[in-house]
Nanobody, 128 residues
Framework: QVQSVESGGGSVQTGGSLTLSCVLDKSIFARCGVMSWYRQAPGKERQWISSIRHSAPIPPSERATYIDSVKDRFTISTDKTKNMMSLQMNNLNPEDTAAYFC???????????????WGQGTRVTVSS
């Protein structure tokens, strides 16, 4: 069962921008209140990079969290009317080169995360 389809990756130069999109199985927003983006660089383990709380009435400034290395450069968002989440990435650098995936947050939605079937991801390559 396909639960996510990621897109929007590509090759850019340092300083460039990309917007990643993820179309999700429509049931996931009801099963998990915190969705995340992860990335896996060549030869490295998959890494959490950002999460967004979409189910609670909290201020926008408190909805999203980011790993330090992408803070102030990446912006996560959701559009539940389209069963989508996005990741706006600015000022990219070679360390951002990786395959990017969307999924439930591992720590806050452990059941949904354990049952998650990972998508193909979308590949981002940043050249210097």
């Amino acid at each position: 069962q396909v639960q996510s389809v990621e897109s929007g990756g590509g090759s850019v130069q340092t300083g460039g921008s990309l917007t990643l999109s993820c179309v999700l199985d429509k049931s996931i927003f009801a099963r998990c209140g915190v969705m995340s983006w992860y990335r896996q660089a060549p030869g490295k383990e998959r890494q959490w990079i950002s999460s967004i709380r979409h189910s609670a009435p909290i201020p926008p400034s408190e909805r999203a969290t980011y790993i330090d290395s992408v803070k102030d450069r990446f912006t996560i968002s959701t559009d539940k009317t389209k069963n989508m989440m996005s990741l706006q990435m600015n000022n990219l650098n070679p360390e951002d080169t990786a395959a990017y995936f969307c999924a439930p947050n591992r720590d806050l939605c452990p059941a949904a995360f354990s049952a998650w079937t990972w998508g193909q991801g979308t590949r981002v390559t940043v050249s210097s």
